[in-house]
């Protein structure tokens, strides 16, 4: 049985990777700030899932941890997440995001872990300079949260030369489905729809971006995990098909039959006066070829899934 350690377990893409490889079969330490019910109902559900509470930047907890349970190899999903949450806290996203995960392949190197799996974005890029890229693509990121992702990518490369680590830093792109915590499309349209409520986006129909469904992550995570011998250090885990928000809106529109929802033209910001910059498709050639990743949900199946996903769960509220 592998133990694998699975950093910020409680949080959205975590704790959908901790129920994948406990369900089959792995042992799974999960390492947050604090349990939540969700973890606590994944705690009750299996018994090969171990949690241990603690902080990134704390030295002493995180190899403690290390010491204690021998992990092979750890899933680093632990991060202050998001551009808008990077704006309002610059120095605590460089100190979890960096300090932190300098903290973690330190004490793997020290304890003897093999591979590390870390979470990236496609913000490590910036702007994209093309509808579709791949993992060539120029990373010059201009906020605080996609330069402390490639910062960590930057140090995990250096471990790995030095070190003899495994690192697969794998860049997703806008990751939805149940459990996504924050306020951001297509959560609020579908909320929307299903309070009845209108919602009205002033701009953003001509924004286009690549949507990933939550269970193709954790599957691409789990794949990259077990890949025996992959060629590259970097792999997008997506669909490689961008779409804009106006046509998001339309499904969901057509999913929830008298939804009221409407978006207006042009680029989409994720709080007033921070606007997205150019972004596309993110091409999954690589992690198909590598360890035959491949997406199961296009966006109107996902949205499909995620729309009976939050009706179950307000089923039971």
């Known amino acids: 049985m592998n133990t694998i350690l699975v ?19 792995d042992r799974v330490i ?10 606590d109902r994944l705690l009750q559900r299996h018994s090969n899932i171990v949690f241990e509470p603690g902080e990134l930047t704390e030295w002493p907890q995180i190899v403690d941890v290390f010491l204690k349970y021998k992990p092979t190899s750890v899933v680093h999903c632990a991060a202050i997440v998001g551009v808008v949450n990077s704006l309002a806290s610059p120095i605590a996203t460089m100190r979890v995001n960096i300090e932190g995960s300098l903290n973690v392949l330190t004490a793997m190197r020290q304890t003897g872990a093999k591979r590390f799996v ?8 910036g702007p994209f300079m093309a509808a579709k890229i791949d ?7 201009i906020k605080p949260y996609g330069i402390s992702k490639f910062a960590v990518e930057q140090l995990a490369r250096d471990f790995a030369r030095e070190h003899g680590l495994t690192v697969l830093n794998l860049r997703t792109c806008w990751v939805y489905g149940p459990g996504l915590p924050r306020p ?11 309070d009845g409520a209108p919602l009205h986006i002033e701009a953003g129909a001509d924004f286009t971006v ?5 269970d193709d992550v954790a599957n691409g995570i789990c794949q990259a995990l077990d890949a025996p011998a992959p060629k590259h250090e970097a792999y997008h885990i997506s669909t490689g098909v961008s779409v ?5 809106v339309e ?4 999913l929830i039959p008298g939804a009221q929802l409407s978006i207006g033209p042009g680029n989409y910001a994720f709080t007033k006066g921070v606007e997205t910059v150019k972004k596309g498709a993110l091409d999954i050639t690589r992690a198909k070829t590598d360890f035959a990743y491949t997406p199961k949900y296009d966006i109107r199946a996902g949205l499909k899934a995620y729309v009976a996903a939050r009706r179950e769960e307000r089923s039971h509220a």
Do not use: M, Q, W
């Not at 870390?118 to 890029?125: A, D, K, R």
């Not at 993992?135 to 990121?141: A, I, K, R, V």
């Not at 690549?210 to 939550?214: A, F, K, L, N, R």
């Open 135 to 141: 993992e060539t693509h120029p990373c010059f990121p």
């Open 7 to 25: 950093t910020g377990s409680c949080g959205f893409i975590g704790a959908a990777v901790v129920e994948k490889l406990a369900k089959r079969g």
């Open 118 to 125: 870390h979470i990236s974005s496609e913000e490590v890029y």
């Open 30 to 39: 999960g390492f947050d700030l604090r349990s939540n019910p969700a973890f």
């Open 244 to 248: 804009t928000l106006g046509e998001i």
């Open 184 to 194: 951001r499309v297509p959560k609020t349209l579908i909320d929307a729809a299903l």
């Open 210 to 214: 690549d949507h990933v469904y939550i």
């Open 251 to 254: 499904i969901v529109r057509d």
